[in-house]
């Protein structure tokens, strides 16, 4: 017997928490899928730690989200009983796992975005939620580091590791706009103070991909008009694959335990 | 830094030292590779203080140890075997001194 899917409430600061922690649950998952597959052991682990940086990000933001939306629903439950149009993560977070490279420019993007939304966060009207930004603010730093150091050897490497690193960042430059979309959702939560307008961030991380992207002497692609719609819910092909996986042993072994 | 022992196209070795809390030493805890001391800082936090095991590190290329030579161990340290006298056990302390 498996178990029954469940549905979040559309309270616009419930959405807000959502796409922020569907955000690191979901980005948690792809960096997870490096865990034996990286490119050194001691880059495994890094990897490693920070899927689980992210996954306990998520877990405070999911709790608070269950306690807002009223129905009961714990971390769990939010985690691994939603259909796929109930997260509302950008796209960005969801793209399979792809090369090193891939990895690294889209961990560098995520990184810095959310290192500039848990700066803001630290100050949420939401007493929880600015204690978890308190803790995030710093893993999140780390993750940017770490990210930035591998960007720049890659883009100033070898033949071979610029190549895949211009790859990466074509690729995915277009999924970037969502980060800073704004919205009925995202005006309530800048009014309410529960959080900042995500569009307030575009200039401080545009700042620091320049910064990052001339230091790796690499340039930054012509600016693209798509804008994904995860925010809404409506999400990639890569999605459904994702959550089949991630949600598996939730659905087959309902409330199974470690 | 590169090391001219090391095969080709393998990063060099580096010593990772731990300080478990401040105040006191730190003291060595493995190895790892990495192609720089930057990245061999980064990656001795993932690897050897993921379980709060640290509050400082420091990383040295493996290169850069002088070790005594394993065959000269009896030479070395043999000598020592018999001076007792050489540890401080032969006082009496007073009941109030602590630590010793």
Not at chain 2, 12 to 33: M, T
Request: glycine share 6%; charged share 20%; hydrophobic share 40%.
């Amino acid at each position: 017997m498996s178990q029954q899917s469940i549905k979040v409430g559309d309270k616009p600061e419930l959405r807000y928490l959502l796409r922020i922690a569907d955000s690191c649950l979901v980005l948690s998952q792809r960096i997870a899928e490096w865990c034996g597959h990286g490119p050194i052991l001691e880059e495994d682990l890094a990897l490693s730690n920070m899927a689980l940086d992210l996954v306990g990000q998520a877990r405070g933001l999911l709790t608070r989200a269950g306690e807002l939306d009223g129905q009961g629903h714990d971390e769990d439950q939010l985690a691994f009983l939603r259909d796929e149009r109930q997260y509302f993560n950008p796209v960005l977070m969801e793209l399979p796992r792809g090369d090193f490279a891939f990895t690294t420019v889209r961990n560098f993007a995520a990184a810095s975005w959310l290192r500039l939304l848990w700066q803001r966060l630290q100050h949420s009207s939401d007493a929880e939620v600015a204690a978890i930004a308190g803790k995030a603010v710093k893993e999140a730093a780390y993750h940017q580091q770490h990210a930035a150091d591998w960007l720049v050897r890659l883009g100033d490497g070898t033949e071979e590791s610029r190549r895949r690193v211009e790859a990466a960042l074509a690729e995915l430059w277009p999924y970037f706009n969502e980060l800073f979309i704004s919205d009925a959702v995202d005006a309530a939560a800048a009014a309410s103070g529960l959080g900042p307008a995500w569009s307030s961030l575009h200039a401080d991380w545009q700042a620091a991909m320049e910064e990052i992207l001339s230091e790796a002497t690499l340039a930054a692609p012509k600016p693209s008009r798509y804008v994904p719609s995860g925010h809404l819910g409506i999400h990639s092909e890569h999605m459904g694959h994702m959550l089949a996986e991630m949600q598996y042993l939730q659905r087959a072994y309902p409330g199974g335990v470690w | 830094m590169s090391n001219p022992q090391a095969p080709h196209n393998e990063w060099p070795l580096w010593e990772v030292f731990v300080r478990s809390k401040a105040g006191l030493d730190h003291k060595h805890c493995g190895s790892l590779h990495a192609a720089d001391a930057k990245m061999a800082l980064q990656l001795a936090r993932e690897v050897y203080t993921r379980r709060q095991e640290g509050v400082s590190l420091w990383v040295v290329p493996s290169s850069q140890i002088v070790a005594s030579d394993p065959g000269e161990k009896s030479m070395y340290f043999d000598p020592m075997e018999d001076k007792v006298y050489r540890h401080p056990t032969f006082y009496e302390l007073p009941d109030s001194v602590n630590h010793m």
